[in-house]
């Protein structure tokens, strides 16, 4: 390996600049990756989402490819650092939240289980936006993550798509992507070779109508406008033109006849963003001889339907005239699907096009492919439950779940190396490659020494979390407090407003004379979409809080609230291994999965949360005692919205306390820091109609939050077995599992039901 760098570099190590070296690795990588390219034989799978948040690759890779400590080992002979070398990678931006994070833990499991899958989806140019803070607001500017030196490689290869009847030409990149100890796969992207950066100005302006300047320039723009909302349909049929069309490709050079496609190829449609698969596949069907029924057929039993939310809003519903204005070539085939279901069924809530010309996504994924999943058990249930109950009574065969999960190649080995060997000297390698063995762990639950030795790494986490922070905003922690971390997208369902009136609430409690058992420090990492008001003004409140309490010498000792700049893979990585206590605290019934909530146990933080999502399968396996539960379930929450009768109003004017945190938003503390009309309307939204019931949760939440405060100071062997229990008890939430069971039963690739003639060849 040394050679090699140095024959690269054409120097040694030493005299090398971290660039020259991170130049030199890459080479290497690939190398070592194309090694590892396999032919395909039989199904292969083809994951499509607007969203791969890959986070950084050069130690990931290093990582599955087996020669991490060589060349850490190599560079501290030099006199050099690989976490060093980590910091001039820049993050690619290709996704913003849990979906898209998913999508990347798959294809690493993919890989690494040796199975055939790639991923498709856009080359952002500036991905979602880069975050920072200004007068306690977020502001936002482009991510230019292409600078420099890249992982992705560009193929050549074009394909025509037409858009609003003018031609372009996808360009596809393509990027490895290597399983531990498994296959190398790819992640197919594609491009416009005409998008210009030029044309943003002021923050991430830019005129949404130029779509050959401007396709890919930024993941989900600003939908709060027709034209943006025009935009994502021209970005999305983009990706699923292009990608259909390399598809069939692909199959027809392996010996597929387009009739046995299904043989060849499982396309996994990541939420309803890729939808437009479905008629554009057909449509190319129809163009290579193959009849609407026929085609329709085919299509159906290659591809599946992913569901990540039951949030009506977020499922998308597109005016058929946007439809027909941008993909004019797609609505006769939407219209024959529509046709196709509506002489099976006049109910109108299983049309795909709705008496108010709106074309329902989701809809035309479940009738016309042959699986559709939730991504947790609780999730599933109220999919065939309520929100999707027609169709399940139509197909109940269709409906199934998957419990997400995380890949561990990242999660642990790569972002927590000293609790990786610790946990490596008690159980063995083992648990690497099967997570299930993180079970034996929980042998060592009242082995003090043990409990001693995790808590220190837990500490020296915690300071190195510290020191990132310092370094990077200037900010320090004291980490002997105890580290309550929620970080993921802001969303009023995921309910940062609550965190934020149990600060406050803490607030009043410390002016008051009683004090919390320990020093809390409240961590967050969250970016708001830009058009969204209410997750800024959460932002805000958050920001000018953390400022009041600052200044406040009896109140900043106990408590410390710090806003993460920029929340991206990066940062969760050093968050997440330094986290004690996992905030995971939706509205029940709303957060479909949540995937920090695993990462967070798997680094041995223990849950605060409610029976949401992934919440409860977590409880299952580690146990009640190992877990703070509070709040509503999801049973009372439905009924609540059934009936229709929830009032904030009476909670705020009935309970004192509550009412004491919700007045202060906008009372004279704040307001001599923050903003007036931003606090003003959190404080008008939450007593007006606070949507995702905050304050029937209160209570609950401040009682259970404190009792783990108390538990973690006033009995650190307790808590230390909890934190040991959380990381044995999280095997199951591997993506391992997760992949190898949509293998089992929706997938199954590398099997052909049907033997071709020719005979099958490598693709590339
Ligand atoms: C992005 C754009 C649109 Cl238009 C709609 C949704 C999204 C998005 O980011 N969704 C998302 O991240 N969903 C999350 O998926 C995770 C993986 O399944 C779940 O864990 C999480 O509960 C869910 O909110």
Not at 106 to 118: E, R
Not at 439 to 447: E, I, P, R, S
Request: net charge negative; with cysteine.
């Amino acid at each position: 390996m040394k050679a090699r760098l140095e024959a690269l570099c054409k120097k040694s190590i030493a005299e090398c600049s971290y660039e020259e070296i991170y130049r030199a690795l890459m080479t290497i990588v690939k190398e070592e990756s194309k090694a590892r390219e396999k032919a395909v034989k039989g199904r292969k799978l083809y994951y499509i989402s607007a969203e791969f948040l890959i986070g950084k690759l050069l130690s990931n890779n290093l990582i599955n490819l087996g020669i991490y400590d060589e060349v850490d080992g190599l560079l501290k002979e030099s006199g050099k650092s690989l976490a060093e070398l980590e910091e001039i990678e820049p993050e690619p931006s290709l996704g913003n939240g849990g979906l898209g994070r998913l999508a990347a833990c798959f294809l690493d499991s993919l890989a690494t289980l040796d199975l055939p899958g790639d991923g498709v989806g856009l080359m952002y140019h500036c991905g979602l936006f880069r975050q920072n803070f200004r007068n306690h607001c977020q502001n936002e500017t482009p991510d230019y993550w292409l600078d420099g030196a890249q992982w992705a490689e560009d193929t050549g290869k074009t394909y025509e798509v037409s858009l609003a009847g003018k031609e372009y030409e996808a360009r596809l990149y393509r990027l490895d992507v290597t399983g531990y100890d498994g296959r190398t796969n790819k992640l197919n992207l594609f491009d416009l070779d005409t998008v210009d950066e030029g044309i943003i100005s002021e923050g991430i302006q830019f005129d949404k109508t130029e779509i050959d300047k401007n396709l890919t320039l930024f993941l989900y723009p600003d939908d709060s406008d027709d034209e943006g909302r025009k935009l994502r349909i021209y970005q999305q049929y983009l990706m699923v033109s292009a990608g259909a069309q390399m598809i069939l490709e692909e199959c027809e050079k392996r010996g597929c006849k387009l009739h046995d496609l299904a043989d060849y190829a499982a396309i996994q449609i990541n939420d309803t963003h890729p939808s437009m698969v479905i008629p554009e596949l057909i449509r190319l069907l129809g163009e290579k001889g193959i009849a609407f029924e026929e085609a329709a057929e085919i299509v159906t039993k290659t591809c599946a339907y992913t569901n990540h939310t039951i949030l009506a809003e977020a499922l998308e519903k597109w005016p058929e005239s946007y439809l027909e204005e941008v993909v004019p070539q797609l609505m006769p085939v939407i219209r024959k699907l529509d046709e196709a279901v509506k002489e099976k069924t006049d109910r109108e809530d299983l049309a795909i096009i709705d008496k108010g010309h709106l074309v329902h996504m989701a809809n035309m994924d479940i009738h016309f492919t042959h699986s559709t999943n939730g991504v947790a058990a609780l999730h599933t249930e109220i999919l065939k439950e309520s929100e999707l109950n027609q169709f399940y009574q139509l197909y109940p065969e269709k409906f199934n779940n998957k419990t997400n999960g995380i890949t561990f190649r990242r999660w642990l080995l790569s972002c927590n190396h000293e609790l990786t060997e610790y946990i490596e000297s008690l159980i063995g390698p083992g648990f690497k490659k099967d997570a299930s063995e993180l079970k034996k762990l929980a042998a060592y639950g009242d082995d003090q020494k043990v409990l001693k030795r995790l808590m220190e790494i837990k500490t020296a986490n915690k300071k190195k979390f510290s020191d990132w922070l310092f370094k990077k905003q200037g900010v320090a922690l004291k980490p002997d407090s105890i580290f309550s971390i929620q970080s993921k997208r802001l969303h009023e369902y995921k309910r940062q407003q609550l965190n934020l009136l149990y600060l406050i609430h803490q607030y009043f409690e410390i002016k008051n004379g009683h004090l919390p058992a320990a020093p809390i420090t409240a961590v967050f990492g969250a970016k708001a979409a830009p058009a969204y008001i209410t997750a800024k003004n959460i932002i805000h409140a958050l920001l000018t809080l953390s400022k009041v309490v600052e200044k406040d010498p009896e109140v900043s000792k106990w408590i410390q609230i710090v806003l993460v700049e920029n929340y991206n893979v990066t940062a969760a990585e050093k968050m997440i291994p330094a986290c004690d206590l996992s905030e995971q605290i939706s509205l029940a019934s709303k957060e479909a999965s949540g995937t920090g909530n695993m990462k967070f146990m798997l680094n041995g933080a223990v849950t605060l949360g409610t029976m949401d999502g992934a919440n409860v399968e977590i409880a299952d396996c580690v146990g009640g005692e190992n877990i703070y539960i509070f709040g509503q379930s999801s049973r009372q929450v439905i009924r609540l919205y059934e009936k229709g009768d929830y009032c904030a109003r009476e909670w705020y004017e009935t309970d004192p306390n509550l009412r004491r945190a919700v007045d202060f938003i906008d009372g004279e503390l704040m307001l001599s820091e923050g903003d007036e009309g931003s606090l003003r309307s959190l404080k008008n939204e939450l007593v007006g109609k606070d949507w995702f019931q905050t304050f029937p949760d209160f209570n609950a939440y401040v009682v259970r939050k404190n009792q783990a405060v108390t538990d973690y100071a006033v009995n650190p062997e307790k808590w230390a077995k909890m934190a040991l229990l959380n990381i044995s008890g999280a095997g199951y939430f591997s993506s391992d599992r997760t992949i190898a069971e949509y293998n089992e039963d929706i997938w199954h690739l590398g099997e052909t039901e049907e033997v071709s003639g020719i005979e099958e060849e490598a693709v590339r």
